[in-house]
């Protein structure tokens, strides 16, 4: 049966006699998937290694943690994505660290996997600013376990209010608190907003959902940073139009089961979600490359490692300028442009074009929505807000889903949900999913 | 603001002065959730217990473990089953105990609840006969948890064989082994086939996925023991047809990490699913009542507890025997006319009619699939195999669905499925979901 099941074996690096180059690329987010593709008519053999099966939608990430959407309408398996290119290979193993002397990356299982070229993209994770004990208490959100877990909170407050009789207890049951005010937490915020303004409403006998207290804390003087004031300052009202509290300009000082602590007061919260900042994925010290301090690897204008040529880094992980000389910003048409761009300077140099290609970011736009008929755009010639930027921000993101699958289940879930005022994915699972 | 969040305290059991019956439903499966619609009129107030917050359509359940369908796609909150229904209520609390003298539900958080007639409906889990150690590795399937467990292991086998060089350790992890060959042992390896067969075909460059082995094991001497023997056979061929190996006559002596022992010869498999028993919840000791083998309460012919007339127990927990004398079939549309049935004897109490109202069970039909365009259907007087079954099969499940969404999106995922051969929740989450 073994010469049935093996397909065929070493035959990655043979091709006739001729060894085919090989690139390896580590993560297969927007990045990592970008690059693969880039390569896909070129003469090498591609290896993409991710610690997941599936490569994530992260924008919408939020509407799995907030019960809009199922963990699998915004993620597809990569060997799916990848199984038409003939010249790409999927593994599913955890990096561990590089040899770039040796040119090898090392796997958790001890195995190692050599490269001729190699791109990282391995992406970022939440980070608490040297408060790593926070996590217990106010998970970020970054994976889908993550998505579940912040679920599981929301959902698992409002039954134990509506249980139990100590109204101090109920109290901190019902208020919510979302730390850091970019996108995420405008996103979280408003989401949860409308969980327990529409969703919940009339669906609890002893608590009333509607007067559950959300509060989003940000320590800067404004929301959404990235944007113009003026959008941000809509988004703002849009919030509180949606019955959450928007605190600026006071930083989280301590944060417990119990609740936090901010700007000198104690606020007794059951569900503390953080949103305030990333810390990229430790590519710079597998490499031994200089970062900054969010941990990106700052790389030369071609996107490789000073020192090593044959080796990229790109998305969150990766610290380049744009033209402006402003940092390119941690977002998935970001990180596609520079994982296309790694790709292709591959693809020249294997095809015997060595000149230096700098990669040059072109902003398409931002956009952010705070919830029903809610949202800002902002394409620099063009600033949007209220239903018009929500349904551009709707079109964008099922256009940008990966398969045809999720596009259609995701529009239907949306269009469901804005016509009954109700949530699709509402389950209590894993953890304390049974009391 | 406490006075905001509360909506109204206490005010279940009283309406105006006069205090109204209590009515409490364990469980807010098939059986829990006919009986509280039953109610929906009566002058009473309904209080359903669940330990989870959401009602789970398990006929489904194994579409969950083969990657075709998402959790939240075969479960509905509970409450919003019976948000309209203004006399229920919802409790979300895992029950410990009942003390029918005093009239009292124990809860785990050491509250109890008062009832004046009680719903027991807490069906059944699975069974290892003895075996209990065998649970680690083979696990059944009742639960979500269960479903998204049984889904990473086979997903994992695969890509674990991808990434290994032992010829030995591969082959192992490529066998697939099914204990009970019942309507969810047959299910599970016809997706199993079809997930192997189809859905991976293409993916892998190293293992071919069609030469991975599926066995269904069945110590009985036939399949489906529910369902005449030409339809039996039907399905036997079928599963035959897609793959898998059927050995019947041979009960499994020994379970492992490694694999299984049956007839006494080793079969190397690192994945195992448990398909071959269940037990019913423990409500049998809570009442100190007569059980059978399989744990359910010997119920009177009205379907309460012999010595307790105020208590009701429905589903999978109670046997009950049909107008031929054989046991009640352990399934959905039984469980649903018991509940139906102890809601009306209530209701009709209630109403001040006392007269005994025995249940009587109607069989409408057993249905069960073995994969694309394989059923077998049999109505007692008609017999349906093939193509034909399978489309009655799908139209069947998704008309019983429990919500609108829910039917729409199921009926996408399959039509979409039919056509592409692909399955749409392909993830490895939870536990070792990253390596």
Redesign the interface.
């Known amino acids: 049966?073994?010469s049935?099941?093996?397909?065929?074996?070493g035959s990655?690096a043979v091709n006739g006699d001729k060894v085919r180059p090989r690139v390896l690329i580590l993560g297969a987010g927007f990045g990592g998937l970008s690059a693969a593709k880039a390569l896909r008519n070129a003469p090498c053999d591609v290896v993409v290694i991710d610690?997941?099966?599936?490569h994530l939608f992260q924008p919408l990430l939020y509407q799995v943690a907030t019960a809009a959407l199922?963990?699998?309408?915004i993620?597809s398996?990569i060997?799916?994505i990848l199984?038409?290119q003939k010249n790409a290979?999927?593994?599913?193993?955890?990096v561990t660290g590089i040899d770039a002397a040796a040119k090898r990356v090392l796997l958790?299982?001890g195995r190692t996997e050599a490269f001729d070229y190699l791109i990282v993209a391995t992406g970022a994770r939440h980070a608490y600013f040297g408060h790593d004990d926070w996590e217990g208490c106010a998970p970020g959100l970054k994976k889908?376990?993550d998505a579940?877990d912040i679920r599981r909170r929301i959902?698992l407050a409002f039954?134990?209010?509506?249980?139990i009789d100590d109204?101090e207890a109920?109290?901190a049951l019902?208020t919510f608190v979302v730390i850091g005010g970019g996108a995420t937490g405008v996103e979280m915020a408003g989401a949860i907003g409308e969980v327990a303004h529409w969703a919940?409403a009339?669906?609890?006998?002893?608590?009333?959902p509607t007067?559950?207290?959300i509060v989003l804390i940000e320590a800067g003087p404004r929301l959404l940073p990235a944007f113009p004031e003026d959008l941000a300052e809509h988004a703002r009202k849009a919030l509180v139009k949606l019955g959450v509290e928007v605190q600026l300009g006071r930083a989280v000082e301590q944060c417990d089961e119990g609740g936090i602590v901010y700007g000198g007061e104690r606020l007794p919260a059951r569900t503390i979600v953080w949103a305030a900042g990333v810390q990229a994925s430790p590519a710079a010290k597998w490499l031994g490359a200089e970062k900054d301090r969010a941990g990106r690897v700052i790389v030369a204008k071609d996107l490789t490692v000073p020192g090593h040529p044959d080796i990229f880094v790109v998305g969150d992980t990766a610290l380049v300028l744009d033209p402006k000389g402003q940092p390119v910003p941690g977002i998935a048409p970001a990180a596609k442009q520079m994982g296309a761009h790694a790709g292709r300077v591959i693809a020249a140099r294997l095809a015997g074009r060595t000149e230096e290609r700098p990669f040059r970011y072109r902003h398409a736009g931002s956009l952010a929505t705070i919830g029903r008929s809610a949202a800002i755009a902002d394409f620099g010639w063009l600033k949007v807000k209220g239903w018009l930027a929500w349904w551009l921000w709707g079109i964008a993101h099922i256009y940008f889903l990966i398969d045809f699958?999720s596009r259609?289940?995701v529009a239907?879930?949306w269009l469901?949900s804005y016509f009954?005022f109700?949530r699709?994915?509402?389950?209590?699972?894993?953890g304390e999913?049974?009391?």
């Open positions: 049966m073994d049935g099941v093996l397909k065929r074996k990655m610690r997941r099966n599936y199922s963990p699998a309408e993620a398996p060997r799916s199984s038409r290979r999927v593994l599913m193993a955890r958790q299982d889908i376990e579940t959902l039954e134990r209010a509506e249980a109204p109920r109290k019902l919940l009339d669906e609890f006998r002893v608590i009333d007067q559950a207290r699958r259609f289940i239907l879930q469901w009954t109700r699709g994915a509402r389950l209590i699972t894993g999913g049974e009391m």
